[in-house]
Every structure is written in structure tokens, then in C-alpha cells.
């Protein structure tokens, strides 16, 4: 999952929330690094649900569908695709208009940037600046956030020609999103009633 799936699928509760979006930032063991326990919930809800998405049987099976050098890189290409057709369905999963629910997700991780690491902290204001919850809202968007992703791995790779290959797979990878993500959100939403409990 990208940034605005997590967001989607993150608890209530804002630094819930901001671990949620913002997790993939946040490495290793949590107990040493000193969040919030609200913050350190929500960095692990967004592992669980990556574990979730990436052992589920329908990414399994869509990640067939990228021939190499791609399918090493599928798991990536998902979670930008998955955000692409999140915003294209967005009405069907969300009560709230997308631009609203974005609005209020940057007004929560501004507000609460001072209980994230230090350079987590100063990164998330060009977060906000450019807009990443909507990226990928159109092909040139998924471009970019490729482009963006291929540069920061050490090694080389193919993500920045990734676009083209999304395109040419759009319809299996929405069906398979359609399928998948009713049952994303019901996962999510036993891991947050459970941690009520």
C-alpha cells in the first residue's frame, strides 16, 4: 500500500494515523526509538496491513502479471497502482470527499510532526508541500512517484519504466484491486477494534 491507502486504512485516532502514513520512513524495532504509543500503533498497523497486501491471494496473483525485470520490483508497482485506483473509486470506500479527507490527513501530520523522528519531522512538510497522498491520481503522477522511488534504491532498477507496464496491466490490476481492497479495509478495521480492546 502507498501513502493514501494507508491513510485510508489507518484508526481514528491522529497519531494513529500519522504512524500509519507515515511508516514506511520509520525502520527497525520500535520499543528503542521512543514514540507515542498511539504514533508506535499505527507504524505497526501499517506493517501488519503490508503483510497483509503482500500475502494476500489476489497481489500474489497480480504480481504474476509483470514479466522480469518488473516482478522483482511488483510489490512496489502495486502499492502506486493500488493508490492510482484507490483515487479513481475513492466514492465507493470513503464518506468523506478525497480532498477533504488529504486536507485533514496533512493538517494531522503538521500538527503532530513533533513526535516523529527528527528527520521524518523535517521531511514531512515537503510531504504536505508536494502532495503526496495525490500523486498518483493520474499516469503522469504514477511517473513521477516512480521516478522518485527508483532513485532512492541502491541498486538498479526498472521502477522508472514502471508506468507503462501498470498501464498495460490496468484492467486485471483494478479488478484485482476491487476485489482486494473491501477485504483490506475489513482487516484493518479488526486490527483497530482490536487494539480498542
Not at 516512480?146 to 532513485?151: E, F
Request: with cysteine.
Amino acid at each position: 500500500m502507498n501513502h493514501l491507502a494507508h491513510a485510508r486504512l489507518s484508526g481514528a485516532d491522529p497519531l494513529h494515523c500519522v504512524g500509519n502514513v507515515t511508516g514506511d520512513f520509520i525502520k527497525g524495532p520500535l520499543a528503542p526509538q521512543g514514540l507515542a504509543a498511539k504514533l508506535r500503533e499505527g507504524v505497526q498497523h501499517h506493517r501488519l496491513i503490508d503483510r497483509y497486501t503482500d500475502d494476500h491471494a489476489v497481489t500474489r496473483e497480480l504480481r504474476e502479471l509483470f514479466a522480469p525485470p518488473f516482478r522483482r520490483y511488483a510489490n512496489i508497482l502495486l502499492d502506486v497502482a493500488f493508490d492510482y485506483f484507490l483515487i479513481q473509486h475513492w466514492q465507493r470506500f470513503a464518506g468523506i470527499r478525497r480532498a477533504a479527507f488529504v486536507g485533514n490527513v496533512y493538517d494531522l501530520l503538521l500538527e503532530y510532526r513533533h513526535e516523529l523522528p527528527a528527520p521524518l519531522a523535517e521531511v514531512t512538510p515537503r510531504l504536505v508541500a508536494h502532495d503526496w497522498l495525490s500523486r498518483c491520481e493520474s499516469l503522469d503522477g504514477i511517473e513521477s512517484t516512480l521516478r522518485g522511488l527508483s532513485g532512492r534504491l541502491q541498486r538498479r532498477n526498472p521502477l522508472a519504466d514502471g508506468a507503462a507496464e501498470i498501464n498495460r496491466h490496468a484492467a486485471q490490476i483494478e479488478a484485482g484491486f476491487l476485489a482486494f481492497f473491501p477485504q483490506a479495509l475489513a482487516f484493518s478495521d479488526a486490527l483497530t477494534t482490536g487494539s480498542r480492546n
